[in-house]
């Protein structure tokens, strides 16, 4: 383990990475966690935050690979899984992202985030009846959630799309 002063820098650099990016200064963000990768390799957020600055700028394949470093420093962290998992729902591997949702829900339950992230995936997959219930666990953790909401009344008019009434599944 690095001495903890480098540490504490490493973490100095991702927090101002983060304000580079709430900014608008997405470059600057990039040395900011690069920076604190350097300072600190072993630092998992370093890490987790490159991957999300690279991920903003398109670079999806290194973007997995900060998320997998992360997360192999810190098995745990349930903020890296739900980050590859985005990744892997961008890239359109859509039963791997389920998988990486329901790895950090995991570590972190009460992550809406990441229930909304799990029923994208499902609904990706077709699961729609599965996607519906994974909104609605993201409302019951925060019942302002737009998105949810957004998203669960999208899944709601596809599970009436998809549903055949009785009157006609009788003839």
């Not at 737009?146 to 549903?163: K, V």
Request: charged share 25%.
């Amino acid at each position: 383990m690095p001495p903890k002063g480098s540490r504490l820098r490493a973490q100095e650099l991702v927090d101002r990475g983060i304000a580079a990016e709430g900014a608008g200064a997405a470059e600057d963000a990039l040395r900011c966690y690069q920076s604190a990768i350097d300072a600190d390799p072993q630092f998992a957020p370093g890490h987790m935050n490159l991957g999300i600055a690279l991920q903003a700028r398109g670079d999806l394949p290194s973007a997995v690979a900060s998320y997998r470093r992360s997360i192999a420093l810190d098995p745990g962290y349930a903020a890296a899984h739900y980050n590859l998992a985005l990744a892997r729902l961008i890239g359109g591997d859509f039963s791997q992202a389920e998988e990486d949702f329901r790895t950090a829900l995991q570590f972190r339950a009460d992550f809406p985030e990441a229930w909304v992230g799990l029923a994208d995936a499902l609904e990706a997959l077709g699961r729609v009846a599965d996607a519906k219930s994974s909104y609605a666990r993201a409302l019951e953790l925060r019942p302002d959630y737009h998105e949810a909401h957004s998203n669960l009344i999208f899944t709601l008019d596809l599970l009436e799309q998809c549903t055949i009434p009785e009157q006609q599944a009788e003839r």
